[in-house]
């Protein structure tokens, strides 16, 4: 026997939980933005700890 079919949920209506509040495209972007920034200040965190330091060359004076 085959289960009865129903439709998906269309996006922007509830589905019992809380009320769904909608953002415009340009919110959702700055959202967006704001996080990958914040991602990119720890990846460039990272490697400015673990990256070689570079010492001066004695020889490179001659």
């Known amino acids: 026997m ?12 509830p589905t019992g939980g809380a ?4 953002k415009s495209l340009l919110e959702q972007m700055q959202e967006l933005l704001a996080s990958i920034n914040t991602d ?3 990846l460039d965190s990272e490697l ?5 330091r570079d ?3 004695d020889s490179a004076r001659d």
Do not use: F, H, K, Q
């Not at 085959?2 to 269309?10: A, F, M």
């Not at 400015?48 to 070689?52: K, V």
């Open 2 to 13: 085959s289960e009865p079919w129903t439709e998906p949920p269309t996006p922007g209506t």
């Open 19 to 22: 009320p769904v509040t909608t």
């Open 40 to 42: 990119l200040a720890g």
């Open 48 to 52: 400015r700890d673990t990256a070689p």
């Open 55 to 57: 010492e001066p060359d």
